[in-house]
């Protein structure tokens, strides 16, 4: 059994095999407090179990499997396991536990790039709801141009799908855009930023307190849907594609009137900033892939996860 997933407490309830799994490691943990029923079904219960498996672990104390804690959790519950009667031991617990033997290659292309945001069942489901909320939005900005609707979902899914995928179960698509504000600036402990703004005292000096303030807001709204704490943090990622708080200056109402939960707003800045790469790079696509991310091996590793998610959702037709 693969991680696919992240499984959380929201309604309607997180159900399934996966669930099941997790409780049952979490019971041959003997996670205090328990987990409640090993019912496959993601109560109040198995989260608090999570969370304090999440604590005592270093990871993050959300109460969320996410790929991180699913590793973990099922490593720790193989080992365990090994020393129960073998009648108590769970089959599917060995299962999630177990190694995989990813396929190295995927058509023609290549090796599986290493730090992958999202698995391939990730980048479809993604894809499938990009198409089936936005789907006129998306074939409407992208007529006339080189970049295909599996491209724009591909740098969707690099951007911020691995956070909203959690979300599109619970709420409606405008909330899941709405959301999307990521990326901590220099106001995060240990990090820096040479762009404007470089922190939110440098914003506030030059905006005032009213528009900082509300975006540090909106920031906090979506830790809390994350399960995190609130922060006197300015962040610099808006949207779906992550438009940079740098283009304040010159795009102000993007970001004074939350043009990031409005998907035309999201689309048509993508699509410029995209055409503007499409230029430099002489119409090459995966050359302006690179320059959307800007120079350097970052970018280049953006560039190859994009394509290869891209390879990913053109193999694969949408489900409607």
């Not at 109460?63 to 973990?72: N, P």
């Not at 709204?221 to 740098?246: A, M, N, S, V």
């Not at 959702?313 to 489900?319: F, N």
Request: proline share 6%.
């Amino acid at each position: 059994m693969e991680f696919s997933r992240e499984i959380a407490f929201r309604f309607p309830l997180c159900r399934g095999e996966d669930v099941r799994a997790v409780q049952q490691a979490l019971t041959i943990l003997q996670s205090e407090p328990p987990c409640g029923t090993v019912d496959g079904i993601f109560g109040g219960a198995t989260k608090l179990a999570v969370a304090e498996y999440q604590r005592r672990n270093a990871l993050d104390a959300n109460g969320v499997v996410d790929a991180d804690t699913w590793t973990s959790m099922f490593k720790a519950a193989a080992v365990r396991q090994q020393d129960i009667p073998q009648g108590a031991a769970s089959a599917l617990v060995a299962a999630a536990a177990k190694p995989k033997v990813q396929p190295t290659v995927m058509a023609d292309a290549g090796p599986v790039p290493a730090d992958m945001p999202v698995s391939r069942p990730q980048a479809l489901r993604a894809r499938d709801w990009l198409f089936r909320n936005f789907s006129a939005q998306i074939n409407q900005i992208i007529q006339g141009t080189p970049v295909d609707a599996d491209l724009v979902a591909a740098i969707a899914c690099k951007e911020t799908a691995n956070v909203w995928l959690s979300w599109i179960d619970r709420l409606g698509p405008v909330d899941v855009l709405a959301r999307c504000v990521f990326d901590g600036s220099g106001d995060v402990p240990g990090t820096s930023r040479s762009a404007f703004p470089r922190n939110a005292a440098d914003f506030r000096a030059k905006v005032g307190d009213v528009l900082t303030d509300q975006l540090i807001e909106e920031a906090n709204e979506t830790r809390k849907l994350r399960g995190y704490g609130p922060q006197r943090w300015l962040y610099k990622g808006y949207g779906i594609f992550q438009y940079d708080l740098q283009h304040f200056d010159k795009d102000p109402g993007f970001f004074r009137d939350r043009g990031w939960a409005s998907i035309e707003a999201c689309l048509d800045r993508f699509m410029k900033e995209m055409q503007d790469k499409l230029r430099a790079s002489g119409g090459d696509v995966p050359g302006a892939v690179r320059r959307y991310n800007g120079s350097g091996d970052k970018a280049e590793q953006y560039r190859e996860h994009v394509m290869y998610i891209h390879g990913w959702l053109k193999a694969t037709p949408p489900v409607n």
